[in-house]
């Protein structure tokens, strides 16, 4: 068994400047997102870690440590792209100032997605340091713009296919479910957006000269965003549901079985009530059922203007049996048929479309990883869970390198993640650790020197 | 008859000084607005301009100029402060760096309320340097904050009732309803105005994490400000039309022989189909009939996010008949009506509330204005037309000084007020002061010297 370090103080300060490199891929300077690409790629100098600049986009890091042979070999996937922060005087310390704050430590990126990369970073560098090599081989991947929909990542896979065969991906992104037990992902739910944008008038109008004359284009946003579901939650967009099987029985039951309390879920959020597609429970909502969210809307202000332009953020969460492309379609024929006269509706489907992805509950990475977890957190039981986020690598690795995507992450769900006071439960850094140590041992068939 | 500088090259430059000043009250620092003030005191220095610092607002300009006995006085009324300028890469030119484009002056606040309250001046000073006296008693009254609902102007002149009484107010702020002819205005309409607050979870939420199980703010938003309004475009709020008497006949027939193409005033404005309540035509719609609109909606972003809170700013336009706090009532009961379960709905109404005004049309103040303009654009008919903007101050002037308020400003409804790109047709500072000229000795009795 590998050693750690005793205390905590070199794992905080180093993982605390890798998150004070402010990489939002939607918005930052190149040159900071080389930053904290260069940062990553000094912790994997063990195995040749680079920054490779693509033609477009962020940079990715590469590194490879080959010396095992005849053992397996993974590719370990994880990115060190951060959402914006949102409105920073939401935050309780400064977002790209990481704090610690008793167990936990906040700031933008600790927990989605650079505290799970660091910590396989220390893993595989205390296996270097204590045995002098990797229990298998292990090869690295990370990219820069997995919050904005890894754009440029499937050009750079299938460019680079032959580099980056495996037998395995093992991805450092997703999360654990809860703080409560472990838990193995199955499943993540597929990804499109779309923004709708409605326009008036060619300028602004005085509300009082033009008012009541001309379609007011936020009048119109209205009518079409509160048209896209029904007042009990369901989408109410014809076609948006195709595809999907039925919910089994034995399904229904296994998350029934699963000790979760719908109430303590909502007061953690600050609500007494839910809100969702009627038929299901909490839980099946958010792991078995595609979801459609208005994200963003803006337009106008407060003063007496009728804007000429108003605008939504779109984005749809998709289960298995959704078609990313289909379902953009019938957004998009909905939008046009709700569409009110007066105004031109314009909707904008992104490029970014990811179908939803599933691993089987017996593949033999969901059993070592199983098994690992059981090693870390014994007496604990391993829910089989699902993400109900998104990663948009998971089909491509399947498509472009022919394997599957173990969810091997230690974040947690509600670690506020994509909101003001982003954090990670610093207990997280050395279980998680632990866990890699003994996810590869098991991966390489090596049996653990206990 | 006064004679003016021959050519505009010194009013042209005089005007681009003051609306250089970006005296924007809803956000401009207090030395900014003192600049625009200081520079109109600086302006009526025959009449012993000063600028008077309110204990909480933006200052007052005050001046008067009382050597006519026997003679009437008139309080000439406007305001030096102006609208936010919306999104600056909008603007050909930079808003507050005026241009001279053509037969127009570009830049915030050039025809509202700036070129307006300038050429009253110029008009004013004409009066001293050629016949040394003005033709009747004038004091004068400039307020910073028309554009915020004028919230310390009751207050101000209740303080100084005694030294502001006339017998009459004339508004330099208002608008002539189109270039192509002359017009007096017989009313305004009133304005009420509101924020909807709808706050779901105490923080923004992944919108993977947690979408489907919880109810989203900016969907519950959506079918409250769709609710506002039929189909059509009446407004949908129960109670919002009491107190208004029907529409006369008689009314109806005089708007429908104004010569005014809808078709023309739509292409204007780049649209080829207008919206609004049904059974009214567009001008008994913008004069006659009360509006409702959501002016300004925001929430999120485009990412991946559940916002915890979206907001909506919406003001109305009252006409007379309708009680502005009944107004705010039966909005207040429609929202919380329709408001989802599993968010929190609060309606925040502005404390400013203005009934609509009214001045008849044979009132003596309507009889000169309208010689005036046949005086000035000869052989033109003089339309009776209505302000369908706000001019807060009017009802107040009756309520406190008991006189009616003349609007009387060289304006144009189409001159793009309160969006990008406000101009000001360069002839109206010439034919406004001949106008003033011609007002003031008609409503000083005094034959006019042709």
Partial sequence: MLSFDP????????LSAFVAIPSVSRDAESATMRAAAGWLAGQ?????GLVMVPASGHPFVRADWLDAPGAPTVLVYGHYDVQPTG???EWITPPFHPTVDGDIIRGRGTSDDKGPVYLVLKTAQAFMAQEGALPLNVKFLFEGEEEIGSPNLAAFVADHAAELAADLVISADGA????????????????????IVVEGASTDLHSGRYGGTVANPIHALAVILASLHTPDGAVAVDGFYDGIPPLSAERRHEIAEIPFSAGNYL???GLTLGHGEPGYTTLERLWERPTLDVNGVRSGGKYTVIPHVAIAHISCRLVPGQDPDHVIDVITAHVEAVAAPGVRVTVRADEARVPAYTIAADH???????????????????LNARVPGTLPATAMFERLLGVKTLFFSFSTADEKLHAPNEFFRIRRLREGMRAWEQLWRLLAGTKEAS
């Fill in 7 to 14: 205390d905590d103080s070199r794992y905080l300060r180093e």
């Fill in 44 to 48: 994997l100098e063990f195995a040749g």
């Fill in 87 to 89: 409105d920073e005087a």
């Fill in 176 to 195: 654990m479910w809860r703080p409560t037990e472990p838990s193995v992902s199955l499943a993540s739910k597929g990804l499109v957006s779309l923004d």
């Fill in 267 to 269: 007061a953690e959020l």
């Fill in 364 to 382: 033999p990475a969901i059993r070592a990883a199983t098994a690992a977890l059981e090693a870390v957190y014994p007496g604990q039981h391993v």
